[in-house]
C-alpha cells in the first residue's frame, strides 16, 4: 500500500516556515517528510536555500516523521565521504528514520567551485563511485578507496547511522531508471511515469520502492493559484535537460519566460477542485508508486464554506442529512463517531466529490481551514459513520484509494480543526475521551493550524500561517497523495 507525505520545498521557504509545515503536516495524518536540497534556488522570486543538513536535524528535533533527501548530489559541492558522515549524524537524530535520495545533480548547484560541467554518462559513472564510498563508509569500519573520481585515505565514521541506511537514486530517463535499479536501493522520479517503473524494476529494483514526488498550488481562486505558479515554479515547464545544464537563477528565470499561464493552468493542480488534485494523485498509485509527496507551491489559501452534508445514494438520505444537526445540537457523537469529530458547534462544511471509482466505501475527510480535522468512511447506500482521528486520515484514505472506492463527499471541516481534536487526545477534564486528566495540556505548535485564539486563557493565542496544509490537495501528478 502506498504511502503519502509532505514535500518540504528549501527553495522557496525559511527555515522557521518548512519546520512549520513538517509540524502541520504530522499533524494533518502525513506519514513521511522529504526535503529538497539546493545551493541556489531556481528563480529570485523563490529566495531560500537553506542547508539541507541543517534542516534534517531541526527536523529530529520538531517531528517523529522519517525523512528523505529529494535529492541530495554526492559528487562535486559535497565529497561522498562528507556525504555519508552528513547522512550518518541525520539517521542518529531521527533513530533511523532517514533515507538519503541522491542524484547526477544539476549545474545549478554545482557549479559553484567552477568545475566543468560533465556529460550524463560521467555523471552518472560518478555517482556510482560516490554510492559505493558512502555504502563503505556507513558500515562503520575504516576504509581506504582509490577509484578513477575519489581516493578515500584511512577514514571511518565514529557516528555511523542508526541501523541501515537506505540510498536511494534519482532519475528522469531510461538509463537513470536502471542505474537505479542496479544500485540503488529505491528510485526516485518526479512524474507518474510507469515506463521508468518497470525500467527499475527489470533493471533490478523489484522490491525496492519506487518513490514520487509534485506540487500543488490550493487557493480558492484558481486564477490567482495560477498566478503564483507562473511565479514561483515557472521553471518545472521547462522541456529536456534544461533544468541539469542551465548554471544560474538568472539563466532560469530568462528560459521561464517561454512558459505561458496556459502550460501552468494545464499541468499543475491549481485550485480548490478537490477532484483534480486525487485524479493527480491517483495517476502516481496507478503507475506503482509506493511512496508520494505533494508540496504546497505559495502561502496556500482557503476558505470556510458551511454546508450541508451530500446524502448516500438510497433510503437513509433523510437520516444522513439529519445526522449532523444533531450533532450539533447536542454536542454528543452519533454511534461510530470518533470523539475528535463532536465539538464542531455547528460548523459542519462538505465538499462533493463526484468521483466514479466502482465499488467499496464511499470516503469523507474533515479538512478545515487549517488542516485535517478527521476522517469518516461511509458505506454506499448504508448510515454506518465510522470516524477516524487526524493521525489515520491519510493511512485510510489511502487503504480506500488502494481498493478503488468511491468517495462520495468530504466531511466535517471546522474553523479551528485542532482544538477539540487535541482535547480529546490529552483528555481534559470535562471534554471527554479515554483519559481524564485535568492537568493535561494541549502543546503550543498545535495551535499553529488555528484562525481564532481560544477562549481558555489556559492556552496560549496562536500564531496564524497561511501556508497551511490540506489534505484534499494530495495529487497524483509525480508523487503526491
Not at 184 to 203: C, E, L, V, W
Not at 450 to 462: L, N, S, V
Amino acid at each position: 500500500m502506498a504511502s503519502f507525505g509532505y514535500f518540504l520545498s528549501c527553495e522557496e521557504f525559511t527555515p522557521g516556515e518548512l519546520l512549520d509545515q513538517a509540524r502541520k503536516a504530522s499533524d494533518a495524518g502525513f506519514t513521511r517528510l522529504t526535503i529538497s536540497d539546493h545551493f541556489h534556488p531556481w528563480n529570485d522570486e523563490q529566495g531560500n536555500s537553506p542547508l539541507v543538513w541543517s534542516m534534517t536535524g531541526a527536523l529530529s528535533q520538531t517531528v517523529d516523521l522519517p525523512v528523505t533527501t529529494l535529492v541530495t548530489c554526492p559528487t562535486m559541492r559535497l565529497h561522498p565521504a562528507v556525504t555519508a558522515q552528513a547522512a550518518a549524524t541525520s539517521s542518529e537524530l531521527l533513530a533511523g528514520r532517514f533515507a538519503l535520495g541522491v542524484g547526477t545533480g544539476e549545474a545549478l548547484n554545482e557549479h559553484i567551485f567552477g568545475d566543468r560541467w560533465p556529460s550524463f554518462d560521467e555523471r552518472a559513472d560518478t555517482l556510482e563511485e560516490a554510492v559505493e564510498v558512502m555504502r563503505e563508509l556507513l558500515t562503520g569500519r575504516q576504509v581506504s578507496h582509490h577509484g578513477p573520481h575519489y581516493t578515500v585515505d584511512n577514514a571511518r565514521l565514529y557516528t555511523p547511522p542508526h541501523g541501515r541506511l537506505p540510498v536511494h537514486v534519482s532519475g528522469f530517463g531510461p538509463k537513470s531508471a536502471e542505474l537505479a535499479g542496479r544500485i540503488g536501493d529505491g528510485f526516485i522520479t518526479m512524474g507518474p511515469d510507469q515506463d521508468a517503473i518497470s525500467r527499475f524494476r527489470d533493471a533490478g529494483g523489484e522490491g525496492k520502492p519506487a518513490i514520487g514526488g509534485l506540487k500543488v498550488c490550493w487557493d480558492n481562486d484558481r486564477e490567482r493559484a495560477v498566478e503564483t505558479v507562473h511565479r514561483l515554479w515557472p521553471n518545472e515547464q521547462l522541456p529536456g535537460e534544461l533544468a541539469q545544464t542551465l548554471p544560474t537563477p538568472a539563466h532560469f528565470e530568462q528560459a521561464s519566460q517561454l512558459v505561458t499561464r496556459e502550460q501552468v493552468s494545464a499541468n499543475v493542480p491549481c485550485g480548490d477542485d478537490i477532484e483534480e488534485h486525487v485524479t493527480a494523485v491517483r495517476a502516481y498509485l496507478d503507475a506503482g508508486f509506493d511512496e508520494v509527496y505533494i508540496g504546497q507551491i505559495g502561502p496556500g489559501r482557503h476558505r470556510s464554506v458551511k454546508a450541508t452534508t451530500p446524502a448516500p445514494p438510497g433510503p437513509d438520505a433523510a437520516q444522513w442529512h439529519a445526522r449532523p444537526h444533531a450533532l450539533a445540537a447536542n454536542g454528543r457523537a452519533p454511534r461510530g463517531l470518533c470523539p475528535s469529530m463532536v465539538r464542531l458547534r455547528g460548523r459542519l462544511l462538505a465538499l462533493p466529490v463526484p468521483l466514479a471509482l466502482p465499488g467499496g466505501p464511499a470516503l469523507g475527510i474533515g479538512a478545515g481551514a487549517q488542516g485535517v480535522t478527521g476522517l469518516a468512511v461511509l458505506r454506499a447506500g448504508h448510515d454506518s459513520l465510522l470516524g477516524f482521528p487526524p493521525g489515520s486520515a491519510v493511512a485510510a484514505l489511502s487503504r480506500c484509494l488502494g481498493r478503488r472506492s468511491r468517495l462520495a463527499g468530504f466531511l466535517l471541516c471546522h474553523r479551528r480543526p485542532f482544538r477539540s481534536v487535541d482535547r480529546w487526545r490529552t483528555g481534559r477534564a470535562g471534554h471527554g475521551g479515554p483519559h481524564q486528566t485535568p492537568t493535561a495540556r494541549v502543546p503550543r505548535h498545535r495551535y499553529l493550524h488555528t484562525r481564532e485564539p481560544p477562549t481558555d486563557r489556559r492556552f496560549p493565542t496562536p500564531r496564524h500561517s497561511d501556508g497551511a496544509l490540506s489534505l484534499a490537495r494530495n495529487r497524483s501528478a509525480s508523487n503526491a497523495f
